[in-house]
């Protein structure tokens, strides 16, 4: 079946613009995961969704950050006023059930983003 | 912030030795996972091993977790050229929320 899609693959920006960064989940799995990686680094956490309700958004580095998943399915990670230091891979995960503790996540293939 | 420290940062070998990757983290857990990441993209999950779990087996991989010094190691066996790859461990935490705590990761390299 289809994995985790991302689009746009790659996204170049302006400093200050805002930008929106799309996931579409494994059909039928209730939790999303936002991570961003930076060059040599490991993926940092930044949001996780059950259904439609964010529930945990301790990752989001600031208000610039938002995410959205409004029908428990695709979601969009949008950023405000970009800066150069947002520029990463942004990585989406699904996994399957309500309780997210101590499952696999499957990852889409990133977005990778880049403010000039 | 991340969990923890991988070591060794970068490790080269060649094909049909095997490669040993080891990872340390800072809190309790409930679950480590291992995770592969080809050319800095999407990452593919390799194993998971819960807390009450001391060793894993997975065809060619070998997972051990020592919860007592908060480390795992992975032990690739027979290594092949396709194997070369950056490789993260990932910790989950109890509670309700699903979230990974990442490595920095380790990047093998396999020689034909």
């Known amino acids: 079946g289809a994995g985790v899609s991302q689009t746009p693959s790659n996204k170049v920006t302006e400093k200050g613009k805002y930008v929106e960064l799309r996931c579409d989940p494994i059909?039928?799995?209730?939790?999303l995961y936002w991570y961003r990686q930076s060059l040599g680094q490991g993926p940092e956490f930044l949001i996780y969704f059950q259904g439609t309700g964010a529930a945990d958004d301790s990752g989001l580095p600031n208000d610039r950050f938002f995410a959205v998943r409004p029908e428990g399915s695709v979601s969009t990670l949008k950023i405000q006023r970009t800066e150069r230091g947002d520029s990463a891979v942004y990585l989406c995960a699904s996994s399957p059930t309500r309780q997210g503790a101590g499952e696999t996540q499957y990852f889409g293939p990133g977005t990778r983003l880049l403010v000039l | 912030s991340q969990q923890g420290e991988e070591d060794p940062q970068a490790l080269s070998i060649q094909e049909g030795e095997n490669a040993t990757m080891n990872c340390s983290y800072k809190?309790?857990?409930?679950?480590l996972q291992w995770y592969r990441q080809n050319s800095g993209r999407g990452l593919v999950h390799l194993i998971l091993i819960r807390s009450n779990e001391r060793e894993k087996h997975s065809g060619r991989l070998r997972v051990t977790l020592d919860t007592s010094k908060k480390s795992s190691s992975l032990l690739i066996t027979a290594s092949r050229a396709a194997d070369t790859a950056s490789y993260f461990c990932a910790t989950g935490s109890s509670g309700n929320t699903g979230k990974l705590i990442f490595g920095q990761g380790t990047t093998l390299q396999v020689k034909p």
């Open positions: 809190t309790s857990i409930n679950n």
């Open positions: 059909s039928g799995h209730t939790a």
